[in-house]
């Protein structure tokens, strides 16, 4: 199952609300994961089963969708969230991921 | 609290193997699956394949199917990944990965890979 990702790259600022769209090439149910990876770090789980927040993430995540179409969204933009960020589909083998979006600041 | 500390960078010729391992701690190892996945410079993340802690159950990506094998030693807590026949396309970051409870989700991938090692240079070089 391809995944791709759009923007590939964004430039935004502190409080923009930023929305990243992650395409599948087949329906994938609600097996959706979202990943931040900073510089030098492993990845970090922020979304799971499509919408669900995992714990200890801000609330200014969220994510949507399911069959094909999905979206992170966050909703007004900290320093901290400066990051690469992956979609991982799960609903079958071989997990996938997408090429990645890069948030950058303006 | 749940971690994975991976083993330390590794340099290899082309041709050679490498191993490494990924310690788990904080939680039952046996009850959860581990996965691996790498990620070359400046490329995105590529799943090469899975074991249950619980039973050892494998499953490999057909990228790596050949030359991929992942172990556990379920007393030290600890999953290792072997790679063979090196070559310099395999210069990435290799992590290990956490998945859910085995007992959820049997052999299938999951919902998530969380929590995850801090990663493992290894550098293929002549």
């Known amino acids: 199952i391809q995944l791709t990702q759009s923007p590939s790259f964004l430039s935004a600022s502190v409080g923009d609300r930023v929305t990243i769209t992650c395409r599948a090439s087949q329906g994938i149910s609600s097996y959706l994961a979202w990943y931040q990876q900073k510089p030098g770090k492993a990845p970090k789980l922020v979304i799971y089963?499509?919408?669900t927040l995992q714990g200890g993430v801000p609330s200014r995540f969220s994510g949507s969708g399911s069959g094909t179409e999905f979206t992170l969204t966050i909703s007004s933009l900290r320093p901290e969230d400066f990051a690469t960020y992956y979609c991982?589909?799960?609903?079958?083998?071989?997990?996938?991921f997408g090429p990645g979006t890069t948030v950058d600041i303006k | 609290q749940v971690q994975l500390v991976q083993s330390g960078s590794e340099v290899k010729t082309p041709g050679a193997s490498v191993k490494v391992s990924c310690k788990a701690s904080?939680?039952?190892?046996?009850?959860?699956?581990l996965h691996w996945v790498r990620q070359a410079p400046g490329q995105r993340l590529e799943w090469m394949g899975w074991?249950?802690?619980?039973?050892?159950?494998?499953k490999y990506s057909e990228n790596f199917r050949v030359r991929v094998t992942i172990t556990r030693d379920a007393p030290a807590s600890t999953v290792y990944m072997e790679l063979s026949s090196l070559r310099s396309e395999d210069t990435a970051v290799y992590y290990c990965?956490?998945?859910?409870?085995?007992?959820?989700?049997?052999?299938?991938?999951?919902?998530?890979?969380?929590?995850w090692g801090q990663g493992t240079l290894v550098t293929v070089s002549s």
């Open positions: 904080g939680y039952t190892f046996t009850d959860y699956s």
């Open positions: 990965a956490r998945g859910p409870l085995i007992v959820l989700v049997s052999d299938a991938p999951g919902n998530w890979f969380d929590p």
């Open positions: 074991i249950n802690a619980g039973n050892g159950n494998t």
């Open positions: 089963a499509a919408s």
């Open positions: 991982q589909q799960l609903y079958s083998y071989p997990v996938t």
